[in-house]
């Protein structure tokens, strides 16, 4: 059955429904969130489907409640959250609700264009304002100014001596209006050249900025006069003005007249405040009605939609009285599935009940994983490489301790590591009022969304930032060293070559209780080759282990399936060609630590101790080892030429037993049996074994085809096994980077502060601890961090599930209303 380690077990099921109870059956098993429907109408256009009026009914209604959102966030108005999730209505409520959004769409739009229309008639009132106190000034001025001049540049001399005689007095005409500030200049000039500077015209300024009603936008605007003589020139002007899109007021030519307009137009303009003031209040009370109930409402839409979206994947029976369903549901959860189908009969006051059978198939059944929200985010990081096989062994749950531990192996340091450790656990304190934010941030919510992981990076990073005893690049001495040093302190800060003999009595012959001794972060010279040596040496031993891990895993695949011939030909033939090679190199590291120690005389001293990797090239290569020191063994322990010959052609031997072996056992089947095998979905072609894994398509798989996919697999997993633990010491590697640019950014930045005394050296000291802190937090826990995740991620994906993780599965995705309103996927997005 379902467990931790693999993924449920499915069944497929055939649901009849009465039609009268299948809406609230399927709003049921929606609000269950465990069935994943089938579509048996796969060749019937989405517009043909029974329940496709339904559809468009509910994206009308969402359309009018995207209308009222995009008001209601216009104005500001905070939308009621209550978290809670209302149920889906009954299909006779539907109705009820497309008259609500009806009623408040139509309000609201005439309201809308009430508004519009009085502030449309504002401005035109405020700019008629404008231009009867700025046409007066105009006025004024002209009646102060020589007249004379200005009317010999405009009429001509001529005219004015015609003006001089009785009976032929020449009037001028003018008009004048608004138009955007912008367009002044270029209006201007055009009235210059159309008119051949036979026009008079003034301008000014609107200081203050003015509505658009259209758009709501703020707009500055300047008051014009044009003065004209002729009917031909007044017809030119009001074209270039309409050209321009100038907005052309009446302006009276007296100054009583022009007063007793103003005072009209005052009078009208408080008038028109005031009832915009009242459709305003009664247009916000609108919003604020609906915005107590909007998110209720999209929920309810959204289920609606949801549920007829699902109807259109069942089918008909010949009386059309039933609907007809196939789904995938675990089987442990039938119980619960039928509990829900009978709930939602009675709601719909069906009395006829609905009926769930399993049905046999032949088909790859759906892969589901129970997650919580601590193993969901693991879950994530395999799902993410590729969804796993149907009943394969599920990798999350041992992800979630090597994960966040070869992470702290390459990012080992107490300080990042408390740093990370409080990011995840005050996102882990505040996850429910972060989680109901709902942001849009990317970067944000993979951080919240993999927030145990970081809590778990951070905590393992602090135990072993506690082994490498590193903090900021500085060591804890809680213990006290057990290097008894009589030197001079000056001596040891100064002298780079100097070293500590562990052989004199310098050292007190008992390790350091717990991680390394401070006195290591004071070396000079030889610091890193001895971190080198012991990082070096745990990656490879980390590495073996995890990779031997991952093929025992692949003999639980193997034997769950009962796929003898994977176990004989394949597991047994990898786990010895890993131990003999690889096993026996980090057998020989702890031989080495256990026997060889600097105090022992030879052959047991280190300076007797053999290289390790030197070893190992003679041991693959049938090499005889370097001559020793004097006094020193060139073999570890007795008989060890024998043993590394040995294991050396065992391994040599597995490898055509990995070639050769399964397919010509899958030929001596054939050859018996007379009987073409089928490919099961894991590649492997099998005769004779009941496999409970499912079949693939049942197509045939030729011989030859079974040798080249074995070939490639035995290459892939020799080579592999080379370079694969090669790719381990990237934990070296990144953890030695990783302290170097710790102590770096130390000795280069917060340093310079420290040296420095008096009041000067405390301002320095705060300014370059915040460049510290800066640099700390973005480069070495954000960068090296977001490094080492890659790095780790690397090596579970290729060198740890490479092993026995095929991935070739797809995922469960169930009816779910929840699914549905975080993510707002389209519900058919779970047909296969």
């Known amino acids: 059955m379902g467990s931790l380690f693999r993924s449920e077990e499915m069944t497929l099921c055939e649901l009849y429904l009465q039609s009268e109870s299948a809406y609230s059956c399927v709003s049921e098993l929606g609000e269950l969130g465990l069935v994943q429907f089938r579509d048996l109408n796969p060749d019937v256009n989405a517009f043909q489907r029974k329940f496709v009026n339904e559809v468009r009914r509910c994206d009308e209604m969402e359309r009018k409640l995207r209308y009222l959102e995009k008001e209601i966030k216009k104005d500001g108005i905070p939308m009621l959250d209550t978290g809670d999730s209302p149920e889906a209505p009954q299909p006779r409520e539907m109705i009820d609700l497309e008259a609500t959004f009806e009623k408040l769409e139509n309000e609201l739009r005439e309201v809308n264009q009430n508004a519009e229309a009085l502030q449309r008639n504002f401005l035109e009132l405020t700019e008629l304002k404008h231009i009867l106190r700025k046409t007066q000034v105009f006025f004024d001025e002209m009646a102060d100014s020589q007249k004379e001049d200005e009317n010999v540049q405009l009429l001509g001399e001529e005219a004015m001596r015609a003006s001089s005689h009785p009976g032929q007095n020449l009037k001028l005409g003018f008009v004048a209006g608004v138009i955007l500030r912008e367009r002044l200049p270029a209006f201007e000039r055009m009235l210059w050249r159309a008119c051949r500077g036979n026009v008079f015209l003034r301008q000014a300024m609107i200081e203050n900025a003015l509505e658009d009603p259209s758009n709501g936008d703020q707009v500055y605007k300047s008051v014009f006069i044009i003065f004209f003589q002729g009917d031909q020139l007044k017809t030119r002007v009001k074209k270039i003005c309409e050209g321009f899109r100038a907005t052309l007021y009446p302006c009276p030519e007296s100054p009583s007249d022009r007063r007793e307009m103003a005072m009209g137009v005052m009078t009208r303009i408080e008038d028109l405040n005031t009832v915009l003031g009242q459709t305003q209040d009664h247009r916000h009370r609108v919003l604020v009605a609906a915005a107590k109930n909007l998110k209720n409402w999209f929920v309810k839409v959204r289920k609606i939609k949801a549920i007829y979206h699902t109807l259109n994947l069942f089918n008909l029976d010949v009386t059309k009285k039933c609907l007809i369903a196939?789904?995938?549901?675990?089987?442990?959860?039938?119980?619960?599935?039928?509990?829900?189908?009978?709930?939602?009969?009675?709601?719909?006051?069906?009395?006829?009940?609905?009926?769930?059978?399993?049905?046999?198939?032949?088909?790859?059944?759906?892969?589901?994983?129970?997650?919580?929200?601590?193993?969901?985010?693991?879950?994530?990081?395999?799902?993410?490489?590729?969804?796993?096989?149907?009943?394969?062994?599920?990798?999350?749950?041992?992800?979630?301790?090597?994960?966040?531990?070869?992470?702290?192996?390459?990012?080992?340091?107490?300080?990042?590591?408390?740093?990370?450790?409080?990011?995840?656990?005050?996102?882990?304190?505040?996850?429910?009022?972060?989680?109901?934010?709902?942001?849009?941030?990317?970067?944000?919510?993979?951080?919240?969304?993999?927030?145990?992981?970081?809590?778990?990076?951070?905590?393992?990073?602090?135990?072993?930032?506690?082994?490498y005893n590193d903090i900021f690049s500085k060591s804890l001495n809680v213990f006290g060293s057990h290097w008894k040093v009589e030197r001079n302190s000056s001596e040891i800060m100064s002298?780079?070559?100097?070293?500590?003999?562990?052989?004199?009595?310098?050292?007190?012959?008992?390790?350091?209780?717990?991680?390394?001794?401070?006195?290591?972060?004071?070396?000079?010279?030889?610091?890193?080759?001895?971190?080198?040596?012991?990082?070096?040496?745990?990656?490879?031993?980390?590495?073996?282990?995890?990779?031997?891990?991952?093929?025992?895993?692949?003999?639980?695949?193997?034997?769950?399936?009962?796929?003898?011939?994977?176990?004989?030909?394949e597991f047994v033939p990898q786990i010895i060609f890993l131990c003999c090679l690889f096993g026996y190199m980090v057998l020989l590291m702890f031989i080495k630590w256990n026997k060889y120690a600097a105090e022992r005389p030879n052959p047991y001293s280190s300076a007797c101790a053999p290289s390790i990797l030197i070893t190992f090239i003679n041991m693959v290569l049938f090499k005889e080892a370097n001559k020793p020191p004097e006094g020193c063994h060139s073999n570890m322990f007795a008989g060890q030429g024998f043993f590394e010959t040995l294991f050396v052609l065992i391994a040599v031997a597995a490898i055509p037993v990995m070639l050769f072996a399964k397919p010509w056992h899958i030929m001596q089947q054939r050859k018996q049996s007379n009987v073409q095998p089928i490919a099961t979905s894991n590649?492997?072609?099998?005769?004779?074994?009941?496999?409970?894994?499912?079949?693939?398509?049942?197509?045939?798989?030729?011989?030859?085809?079974?040798?080249?996919?074995?070939?490639?697999?035995?290459?892939?997993?020799?080579?592999?096994?080379?370079?694969?633990?090669?790719?381990?010491?990237?934990?070296?590697?990144?953890?030695?980077?990783?302290?170097?640019?710790?102590?770096?950014?130390?000795?280069?930045?917060?340093?310079?502060?420290?040296?420095q005394i008096g009041w000067g050296g405390g301002i320095l000291l705060v300014i370059t601890f915040s460049f510290w802190a800066v640099l700390t937090v973005g480069i070495l826990v954000l960068m090296e961090g977001l490094s080492a995740f890659l790095h780790t991620l690397r090596l579970h994906w290729v060198e740890f599930q490479s092993k026995f993780y095929q991935g070739q599965g797809y995922a469960f995705q169930p009816f779910s209303f929840d699914t549905i309103l975080e993510t707002g996927a389209n519900p058919n997005a779970n047909e296969e």
């Open 495 to 569: 002298n780079n070559y100097l070293q500590l003999n562990p052989a004199t009595n310098e050292y007190v012959k008992d390790p350091y209780p717990f991680g390394m001794d401070p006195v290591w972060q004071i070396a000079r010279s030889n610091k890193i080759i001895f971190q080198n040596a012991y990082k070096m040496k745990i990656s490879i031993i980390f590495g073996v282990v995890h990779m031997i891990f991952g093929v025992s895993m692949a003999y639980q695949n193997h034997k769950y399936f009962n796929n003898r011939i994977g176990i004989l030909y």
């Open 326 to 467: 196939e789904c995938w549901v675990p089987v442990l959860d039938i119980e619960t599935i039928r509990v829900a189908l009978s709930r939602g009969t009675e709601r719909s006051g069906s009395s006829v009940p609905p009926i769930l059978n399993r049905i046999d198939n032949f088909e790859n059944p759906p892969t589901y994983n129970r997650t919580n929200k601590f193993t969901k985010a693991f879950q994530a990081l395999i799902d993410a490489y590729g969804v796993a096989s149907y009943r394969e062994m599920n990798p999350a749950p041992y992800t979630i301790i090597t994960f966040p531990f070869l992470f702290a192996v390459m990012f080992g340091d107490l300080g990042h590591g408390a740093i990370m450790m409080l990011f995840g656990l005050w996102m882990i304190r505040k996850e429910k009022g972060l989680a109901a934010q709902k942001t849009d941030n990317e970067i944000w919510n993979i951080f919240f969304g993999g927030r145990y992981i970081i809590f778990l990076m951070g905590c393992f990073s602090m135990y072993t930032g506690i082994i």
């Open 683 to 755: 590649g492997d072609a099998e005769s004779g074994v009941v496999n409970q894994q499912p079949q693939g398509h049942g197509q045939e798989e030729e011989m030859s085809e079974i040798f080249i996919h074995q070939g490639i697999h035995t290459i892939e997993y020799v080579l592999g096994s080379v370079s694969h633990t090669a790719s381990y010491l990237r934990l070296w590697a990144l953890s030695l980077a990783h302290a170097q640019l710790a102590e770096v950014l130390w000795d280069m930045v917060l340093r310079n502060g420290l040296k």
